[in-house]
């Protein structure tokens, strides 16, 4: 995700902007720039970092009040944590531009591969949305490791079954919430999709279902079977109190009442209204997944 703040920082900085990243080369390191949660992200990728650095890093890092710092494969992380106001760009700019003084005069001019740090000829790329400043043959590596996993993935058995009886198993104790919600707090089960579909998807990854569309159908439409479930228990034990006694041959009887029948079927309706904002999301994230394929972009 990517902000005003940062946006304008890269065209300063003379970076790529993409659709959620500030990316590009300053000096002698690779750098990445994004939004995140209440937070602003800054990698910065020299051609090495060693324990001298190390301390440069830390020391600079305390005089300007950042803790939240990680390394990661050679790469700097730093985490600008925003509370209720933005972090100061002029600060991140600053920062930065230390860094990669400091990198420049320390390790020298080249900008090495972000992946191998060896190679001296990488290219800036999108690969499956994210941009890498890699080689060509980190690429390949890149792109014969999701063939194979591809491959792997392919030889699974298919588990539908099991992960069907899997989400279907999860998914019950969802109708206490159904209940609770519709019973006692006399509400409509808005959140009885978003339960439905978060158990649902647990059990059948718990039952090793596949993942592939199939799997991901499955798991929809048990989320949906339950919520109607889950709404016909929460009236059928609304019933029960109205008629305070534990007789399944009455409510039987008052359920086939036609009036009962269409406040039924309007509740169910309603549920069903409510769920379906979070259901068709679902499902547009889902065909959005498996819509990618590995792909790699020149930027
Ligand atoms: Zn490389």
Redesign the pocket.
């Known amino acids: 995700m990517l902000w005003p703040g940062l946006k304008k920082l890269g065209k300063e900085l003379n970076l790529t902007l993409t659709s959620s990243e500030v990316v590009g080369v300053i000096k002698n390191c690779f750098i990445k720039m994004y939004d995140g949660n209440s937070i602003k992200v800054l990698e910065i990728y020299p051609p090495q970092i060693d324990e001298d650095d190390k301390n440069f890093i830390a020391d600079t890092l305390v005089k300007n009040k950042v803790k939240n710092y990680t390394y990661h494969f050679n790469s700097l992380i730093i985490n600008f944590n925003e509370v209720l106001k933005p972090y100061s760009i002029t600060k991140i700019k600053n920062l930065l531009l230390t860094f990669t003084d400091y990198f420049a005069a320390k390790h020298g001019g080249e900008v090495l591969?972000q992946?191998?740090k060896?190679?001296k000829e990488?290219a800036l790329y999108i690969v499956n949305k994210v941009a890498v400043y890699?080689?060509q043959?980190?690429l390949n590596k890149e792109k014969h490791n999701y063939e194979i996993a591809q491959r792997e993935q392919a030889e699974i058995p298919n588990n539908y079954l099991a992960g069907f009886g899997g989400a279907l198993l999860f998914a019950l104790p969802g109708i206490l919430i159904s209940v609770i919600f519709f019973v006692f707090l006399n509400s409509i089960v808005a959140l009885a999709a978003v339960v439905y579909t978060f158990l649902a998807t647990k059990g059948y990854k718990q039952f090793k279902g596949k993942k592939t569309l199939l799997g991901e159908a499955i798991i929809i439409g048990v989320s949906l079977v339950m919520i109607g479930v889950g709404t016909l228990v929460a009236y059928s034990v609304f019933i029960l109190r109205i008629i305070e006694t534990f007789d399944i041959t009455l409510l039987l009887s008052v359920l086939a009442l036609a009036e009962v029948q269409q406040e039924l079927l309007s509740n169910l309706a309603m549920t069903y209204l409510v769920s379906s904002f979070f259901i068709i999301l679902q499902i547009i994230f889902m065909l959005k997944d498996y819509r990618v394929k590995f792909k790699i972009e020149k930027l």
Do not use: K
Request: hydrophobic content about 10%; overall charge negative; aromatic content about 10%.
């Open positions: 591969c992946e191998c060896e190679s990488p890699w080689c043959n980190c």
